[in-house]
T-cell receptor, first 111, second 115 residues
Framework: GNSVTQMEGPVTLSEEAFLTINCTYT??????LFWYVQYPGEGLQLLLK?????DKGSNKGFEATYRKETTSFHLEKGSVQVSDSAVYFC??????????FGSGTRLQVQP | NAGVTQTPKFRILKIGQSMTLQCTQD?????MYWYRQDPGMGLKLIYY???????DKGEVPNGYNVSRSTTEDFPLRLELAAPSQTSVYFC??????????????FGSGTRLTVV
């Protein structure tokens, strides 16, 4: 079956540091891949997506590249801000009924 | 636009009580979903619906029921609450089933505690 594995959190960084949150997946076929972000007290919001191998999704300074050879979709940002503090979820869909989510990674950015 | 609206935001239930979590969307989305979010466990799909009158089970449907009488509404029913149902519940909707076009739109969640 489909599954998504994310790095354990929390990830604690200083402002302007470089961010990487690892995500690897197991899926049949050729899944679409997503990153969602959850700010405190809110629901999840779509951050970026990629629908085929080698695609790069980007939004708000975040990027992730769909790597089929390593079954990965790592989230990166060059310079994080305090306002980026949130929980980040990697997710996939491989033609099945609904998205499969990872367990989430909490990011804490300190000023 | 309101998007996806969930009520209530918080609720404490006693074991054996029942309740309905409400979910309404105003985007004319065909697909709607209920997920639960347990600490450190990510989101698990409870039920989903591909349109009015059509529902199907997800990964963890036991102890829950749903109905979809209109495109807008997708309530989740707990008949006999158990402590294992303590969780945060999220309703979501999408235009298409794979969420590829626009992704999912999530409500802000209902935090349920069963004591």
């Amino acid at each position: 079956g489909n599954s998504v594995t994310q790095m354990e959190g929390p990830v604690t960084l200083s402002e302007e540091a470089f961010l990487t949150i690892n995500c690897t997946y197991t899926a049949t076929g050729y899944p679409s891949l997503f990153w969602y972000v959850q700010y405190p007290g809110e629901g999840l919001q779509l951050l970026l997506k990629a629908t085929k191998a080698d695609d790069k999704g980007s939004n708000k300074g975040f990027e992730a590249t769909y790597r089929k050879e390593t079954t990965s979709f790592h989230l990166e940002k060059g310079s994080v801000q305090v306002s980026d503090s949130a929980v980040y979820f990697c997710a996939l869909n491989s033609g099945r009924r609904a998205l499969t989510f990872g367990s989430g990674t909490r990011l804490q950015v300190q000023p | 636009n309101a998007g996806v609206t969930q009520t209530p935001k918080f609720r404490i239930l006693k074991i054996g009580q029942s309740m309905t979590l409400q979910c309404t969307q105003d985007m004319n989305h065909n697909y709607m979903y209920w997920y639960r979010q347990d600490p450190g466990m990510g989101l698990k799909l409870i039920y989903y619906s591909v349109g009015a009158g059509i529902t199907d089970k997800g990964e963890v449907p036991n102890g829950y029921n749903v109905s979809r009488s209109t495109t807008e509404d997708f309530p989740l029913r707990l008949e006999l609450a158990a402590p294992s149902q303590t969780s945060v519940y999220f309703c979501a909707s999408s235009y298409g089933g794979q969420g590829e076009k626009d992704g999912y739109t999530f409500g802000s969640g209902t935090r349920l505690t069963v004591v």
